[in-house]
């Protein structure tokens, strides 16, 4: 029962987070807020998109350092530089040069330009190029250092525990790792034959416990904006490196499977019109379960908060806080259930790594 309690304490202070969280410019009453034309879709949009700043509260905003490579070297500065023009973009002057930001996005004007002259079609300034490099320090970039080192601390304090390499029961905070690190070795022996899985164990204990964490910082109150497996980014980074370790270890009977599908089942003549067809699968099929890994991992922590933020607005559209009634609890509910999702794509991720790893590293008689 206490259980249940704390989920639901935890769930309605995500849901009156997010209420405030939605709020995202102006400190007022929510009557101030809404005499403002208030777009949901852009508002969400925004939300789960990268930024130069993290934006904890309003009024309260942490800035992160630019860092930019560009035609004439080096320039770094604060992004709490950038102050709106007369046309309310931002702008900021370094080194003789002059930087604009547009919806999140760094350009640099053109020599002798300090504002922006208008926009084409894909709403790129006229007078302005993006910037050759862009190494700056984003929110997702934050939440990846975060993310690093609470895992470092975390497994380096469990691993003090069995310090002799003699078997110990578990205390203190190993009592939490040590089922998720027996958990993720189960997965990996299930799919990977033999004693082969030990080899791909610690990669795959990194992969769970970096999307584990990863999600439950998302659902942090007042961090929640930097996600970073809600990045496309960090996602495509996750699958590329499970592709290369796949392909880097990938055996001859791997390969007979793509390009010899039907093995001797059937004569050569017979079996060139189906290979016409099951070969060009196969090897699409190379790439698309990498691509498949990100888009799962991607999409569905990112319709989470997309829909969160979506249930907060339905008070802002309808211009009345009578509407919290029916929002608060709808959000209430998709945040708690955001908790098994955090867990549950760590876990389908893993495990169809450990698939695509195992199928490449299969012996000939399996």
Known sequence: ??????????GLLLAVTNLANANDHDPHAIEEKVEKEFSAAEHAIHHALDNHEIHLTDGFTIPLPIILWTDNGLVTFMSSEFHHDDEGHHVVSKNDMNFVKVHDKIYQLEAGQTEVSGFDGDHH???????????????NVVALFIVAGVLMFVFISAAKKYKGGKPVAPSGIAKWTEPGVVFVQDIAKENIEG???KRFTPYLLTLFF???????????????????????SITLLLATITFVIQMMNSKKTYWLHIFDPLGHSLPWYGKLPLYLILVPIEVAGIFIKPVALLI??????TAGHIIVVSLISIIFV??????????VPMTLFISTLELLVAFLQAYIFTMLAAMYVGSAVESAHH
């Open 195 to 197: 004693d082969k899985y």
């Open 1 to 10: 029962m206490k259980n249940y309690v704390r989920i639901i304490f935890f």
């Open 210 to 232: 970096f999307i584990f964490f990863g999600n439950l910082l998302g659902l942090i109150p007042f961090l929640s904006n930097p996600n970073m497996t809600g990045s496309i």
């Open 318 to 327: 309808n211009k009345s806080l009578a509407w919290a009634g029916l929002s």
């Open 296 to 301: 799962r991992l991607f999409a569905n922590i």
């Open 125 to 139: 300034p006229y007078n302005a190029h993006k910037v050759t490099m862009d190494f700056s320090i984003t929110k």
